[in-house]
Antibody, heavy 118, light 112 residues
Framework: VQLVESGGGLVQPGGSLRLSCAAS????????MHWVRQAPGKGLVWVSH????????SYADSVKGRFTISRDNAKNTLYLQMNSLRAEDTAVYYC????????????WGQGILVTVSS | DIVMTQSPDSLAVSLGERATINCKSS????????????LAWYQQNPGQPPKLLIY???NRASGVPDRFSGSGSGTDFTLTISSLQAEDVAVYYC?????????FGQGTRLEI
């Protein structure tokens, strides 16, 4: 199992960024997926999840209306579109595979840093 | 949202001794239909992603040494490391996945 995030970087407040998570080593279309973030020196914060077929989605209140999770099962890729970015969105963003037991995550990517600053 | 509170924030334990970390949820995470607690424990080393240790409150994830154990039900949970090894120095997080958002505790830093 491998999860590789990309698309991070430096963006100005109010700007947009799209993160990608390329999955391999498992049948991507069978698994729910999550995004979790971690601000520098801080704890883990769950951001969003999506069902294997894309029909069920949830978001943390802090990103609702600004972030959009999506997936392309043909490309084995999970996405996170982030709009109206704020300084407090600065974090390492991890994609994680759902364990299949209700919402915990058994495999994680190495993470990608998003920095929101002028 | 369900609030997860861990205690203590940091903990120092001697090698070979027992380490105990507590996690309390603001509401029950016990799913009555299957009698499972939707509570996980993770270990995170600096610069690394989290590693799943325990799911459903007391089930060890694949490859996790048996010195790690989880217990508790409802709102009160414990992660125990029976005999601390040097490689167990890390930050530990609990997470509820009973209902979204799947909130984490603030983390507990474990030191030698």
């Amino acid at each position: 199992v491998q999860l590789v995030e990309s698309g991070g970087g430096l963006v100005q407040p109010g700007g947009s960024l799209r993160l990608s998570c390329a999955a391999s080593g498992f049948i991507f279309s069978n698994y729910w997926m999550h995004w979790v973030r971690q601000a520098p020196g801080k704890g883990l914060v769950w951001v969003s999840h999506m069902s294997n077929d894309g029909t069920t989605i949830s978001y943390a209140d802090s990103v609702k209306g600004r972030f959009t999770i999506s997936r392309d099962n043909a490309k084995n890729t999970l996405y996170l579109q982030m709009n109206s970015l704020r300084a407090e969105d600065t974090a390492v963003y991890y994609c994680a595979r759902d364990h299949g037991y209700g919402g915990d995550s058994d495999y994680w990517g190495q993470g990608i840093l998003v920095t929101v600053s002028s | 949202d369900i609030v997860m509170t861990q205690s203590p924030d940091s903990l120092a334990v001697s090698l070979g001794e027992r380490a105990t970390i507590n996690c309390k949820s603001s509401q029950s995470v016990l799913f009555s239909s299957n009698n499972n607690n939707y509570l996980a424990w993770y270990q995170q080393n600096p610069g690394q992603p989290p590693k799943l240790l325990i799911y459903w409150a007391s089930n060890r994830a694949s490859g996790v040494p048996d010195r790690f154990s989880g217990s508790g039900s409802g709102t009160d949970f414990t992660l125990t490391i029976s005999s601390l090894q040097a490689e167990d120095v890390a930050v530990y997080y609990c997470q509820q996945y009973y209902s979204p958002p799947f909130t984490f505790g603030q983390g507990t830093r474990l030191e030698i």
